[in-house]
T-cell receptor, first 111, second 113 residues
């Protein structure tokens, strides 16, 4: 079935460090891929997305590239801030079906 | 633009009691989702509506969970009777159409004791 696997957390970084959160997917087709973020006390919100192979989604300094050959959509940021502390979810959606989420990765950025 | 509204924000009930959650999606959004998010896990889809029709309810425990979306707008999710393992955050989301960005409400945190 369609599923997403993302790296287990928690991840703790110092401010200005480089961030990578790995995400790989399994799908019977060509899904759209998403990263959602959940800040403390808030609901899930879309961070970025990519709808086809080699697309790069970007927002707020975060980037992720849709890699069909490795079935991956890793999230990266060159310099994290304390305000980036949150839980990050990788997700996929295929052929108008439901959005499937990974388990989430908790990121804590220390000053 | 108003977001997805959910109520209540928190609910504590005893096992075997019933509970209902309400969701008002973003105006004009045809697709509505209910997700269950157990602590430490990603959201799991319970049911997906397209207007007032059910698209996918394959992961809905139909012996105790029910949902409806009358007139293709607001939706309610009911649990009867509740079990301890139903303790979770119940998220409602809506999108203009399936496969487009989903907007989430803040969720209802249910504790079954």
């Amino acid at each position: 079935g369609n599923s997403v696997t993302q790296m287990e957390g928690p991840v703790t970084l110092s401010e200005e460090a480089f961030l990578t959160i790995n995400c790989t997917y399994t799908a019977t087709g060509y899904p759209s891929l998403f990263w959602y973020v959940q800040y403390p006390g808030e609901g899930l919100q879309l961070l970025l997305k990519a709808t086809k192979a080699d697309d790069k989604g970007s927002n707020k300094g975060f980037e992720a590239t849709y890699r069909k050959e490795t079935t991956s959509f890793h999230l990266e940021k060159g310099s994290v801030q304390v305000s980036d502390s949150a839980v990050y979810f990788c997700a996929l959606s295929l052929n108008n079906n439901d959005m499937r989420f990974g388990a989430g990765t908790r990121l804590t950025v220390k000053p | 633009e108003a977001g997805v509204a959910q109520s209540p924000r928190y609910k504590i009930i005893e096992k075997r009691q019933s509970v209902a959650f309400w969701c008002n999606p973003i105006s004009g959004h045809a697709t509505l989702y209910w997700y269950q998010q157990i602590l430490g896990q990603g959201p799991k889809l319970l049911i997906q509506f397209q207007n007032n029709g059910v698209v996918d309810d394959s992961q809905l425990p139909k012996d105790r969970f029910s949902a409806e979306r009358l007139k293709g707008v607001d939706s309610t999710l009911k649990i009867q009777p509740a079990k301890l393992e139903d303790s979770a955050v119940y998220l409602c989301a809506s999108s203009f159409s399936a496969n487009t960005e989903a907007f989430f409400g803040q969720g209802t945190r249910l504790t079954v004791v």
